[in-house]
């Protein structure tokens, strides 16, 4: 089970200037074939169908906490969506006046059409993400291997869709998420090396693993988040160190597992779009809630 918690794994700056092409672009770091809606799925079945478990508990605990992190890639990365397609169309309740004319220039319409000026799971062309792209076949080489090389993936896309645009929104959600998926791509060299006795370490950087270029990520590295396995619980997955340690490859400096989550961020509250009636729950009455809320000794709105 996920313990889910109202935050995000960072907190996101406001956009400077929104942009639906820069928000289309990002989609690929969701819903694309190497985005995070596969790598929370690959991972999260390999983690339910692994066999096993008792004798080779670290593999399964490395996965499985690493599907965990996933969960909450996807929410950071869809925020960053919202947040860039947040106030690109003119705010009204009158459809006579085109309010969603600038929708028309956009390279993703589905975000207009088929939601409310929000995140979708698609690709950065609108394609939607398929069960297809999830990767479970049951033989742990294999499977470790595959994620080796989808983290890898991630990591280019990531790389180009942060030279795709300027936003701060973007590039720190980016940044951040270079990271995380560089730890990722630690853990799995380290699964197969424990594994199989190859020294992995020759094949990175696939591609190169230094995040030196990318002012964003800086503080991370900085803090060493670059060097931690979050296991997203308090008490489980506690073997996942036999697999995760020694030195990182790039500084040298151990490796860490953290049993938990980070702190996280708030999550942005989101201003409505009425000319899109998102959320279109005009006659909502705040009252009715507000007095219930106070008669259970709870604070609202």
């Known amino acids: ?102 929708a028309a220039d956009a390279r993703n319409t589905y975000h207009y059409i088929a939601s409310g000026q929000a995140s979708l799971p698609v690709d950065s062309m609108g394609n939607f993400w398929s069960g297809q792209n ?46 995380r998926g560089g730890v990722h791509i630690v853990a799995y060299a380290r699964a197969l090396e424990h594994l199989t006795g190859v020294d992995v370490k020759k094949l990175v950087p696939v591609p190169d693993l230094s995040n030196k270029a990318f002012p964003e990520t800086r503080k991370y590295e900085d803090s060493g988040v670059h060097r931690i396995l979050y296991t997203f619980s308090k008490d489980d997955y506690q073997k996942a160190g036999i697999i995760f340690n020694g030195p990182h490859p790039e ?23 009425v000319q899109l009636n998102a959320p279109g729950a005009d006659d909502f009455d705040t009252e009715m809630f507000a007095d219930i809320a106070k008669k259970l000794g709870i604070k609202y709105p």
């Open 134 to 179: 999830v990767f479970s076949s049951g033989n742990l080489k294999l499977d470790l291997l595959h994620n080796f090389f989808l983290e890898c993936g991630a990591r280019g896309n990531k790389m180009r869709v942060y030279e795709m645009t300027t936003d701060p929104t973007a590039r720190e959600m980016v940044g951040y998420l270079l990271v």
């Open 1 to 102: 089970m996920i313990l889910k918690i109202d935050r995000l794994p960072i907190e996101l700056p406001t956009p400077n200037n929104p942009s639906p092409n820069d928000a289309a672009a990002v989609q690929e770091l969701l819903g694309g074939k190497f985005g995070e809606m596969s790598t929370l799925m690959n991972y999260t079945y390999q983690s339910f169908n692994f066999r096993g478990r008792k004798r080779l508990r670290p593999f399964y605990d490395v996965i499985a906490s690493i599907a965990g992190e996933e969960y909450g890639h996807i929410e950071v990365v869809s925020y960053a969506i919202n947040l860039l397609l947040t106030g690109v169309t003119k705010r009204g309740t009158d459809p006579s006046t085109a309010p969603l004319k600038n």
């Open 251 to 273: 500084d040298g400096k151990p490796l860490e597992v953290v049993f938990g989550a980070p702190e996280g961020a708030p999550v942005p509250d989101l201003d409505e779009e």
